[in-house]
């Protein structure tokens, strides 16, 4: 069983600390976003600025980003290789949407909701040790393709953990209109459900088209090598896509409607984050299968 001591004395440290306390002080941040954040609206209703909330959760982003890097060394890549570094990219992916795309919504909220999501998943990546492996075996070969391949499929997570959180500010919205009454003191600082049906398809839209690119990649690999990746993980990411590319479709027909079109996309999501197990799987089994081999082969 891996242990905290395990892990702690294979992390590379950088400017004096480990990968993993860089992660822990973005959390911390994250946290504070978040608290800080949810205080302004619920108790002094004021409109959670979106300069200060904004400026902390960029603080947090670079933090992890320190972090993630630090682990990337040992791999001399992006650090994919196992479950805590899936999550950790996952949620590495969704503040990098929020910083950089998140202003052209205008939805004062949205840094409160990333930065909870931030924290949750950080803080569960970190408590959970055996997500994490002392293990610093390099995964993609020298293909950068492939390591492309993974990067750009994490991201698209990343987009759609930001496109549930915006589907949950739907339903909130939503509900308190049907109610007529103040839904948790969030409704002053909910933008309309018309902005928020909107935001949501660009957000699909946006995944889809990254996981699509994602896929297109893996595929030129899968062609030539159909034993490089398991059925399981293959099965799994093509499931995500596929369901992702017919909600899509159902709400651009307009045969699904904006109150189901975000359901589906919460629910789709929580589905998704279980096929990270299967690719942390893969990736296990591909480090026992000695990958750098496998596809110095291909590329030969």
């Not at 896509?241 to 479709?249: D, E, K, N, P, S």
Request: proline share 3%.
């Amino acid at each position: 069983m891996v242990t905290i001591a395990d892990v702690a004395s294979q992390s590379p440290s950088l400017f004096g600390l480990a990968d993993r306390q860089w992660i822990w002080l973005a959390t911390v941040v994250f946290a504070s976003s978040f608290v800080l954040g949810t205080y302004s609206a619920l108790k002094l209703r004021r409109k959670t600025g979106r300069p200060y909330i904004l400026s902390l959760v960029s603080f947090g982003w670079i933090l992890q980003t320190i972090g993630l890097y630090a682990r990337g060394l040992q791999y001399g890549g992006c650090p994919l290789a196992n479950q805590f570094e899936l999550v950790q990219f996952m949620v590495w992916s969704a503040i990098a949407i929020y910083i950089f795309v998140g202003p052209a919504f205008r939805v004062s909220l949205l840094g409160v909701f990333t930065s909870g999501f931030a924290c949750l998943f950080s803080i569960l990546s970190l408590v959970f040790t055996h997500w994490d492996s002392p293990s610093r075996e390099p995964i993609f070969g020298d293909s950068p393709w492939i390591e492309t391949h993974a990067a750009l499929a994490l991201f698209s997570y990343g987009v759609f953990g930001v496109l549930t959180l915006t589907s949950a500010m739907y339903l909130l919205q939503s509900r308190s209109l049907k109610k007529k009454k103040v839904v948790g003191g969030l409704f002053p600082f909910l933008p309309s459900i018309v902005e928020l049906n909107s935001i949501n398809q660009r957000l699909l839209s946006m995944g889809v088209i990254i996981l699509t690119v994602s896929l297109g990649i893996g595929y030129q690999y899968f062609a030539q090598d159909h034993s490089s990746v398991i059925a399981i993980k293959l099965t799994s990411t093509l499931l995500v896509w596929v369901a992702y590319g017919i909600t899509l479709f159902l709400r651009l027909r307009h045969i699904l409607s904006s109150k189901r079109f975000s359901w589906v996309c919460i629910v789709i999501f929580l589905a998704a984050l279980l096929s990270l197990a299967a690719v942390n799987r893969n990736q296990s089994e591909a480090q026992s299968a000695s990958w750098p081999d496998r596809y110095d082969s291909i590329a030969s």
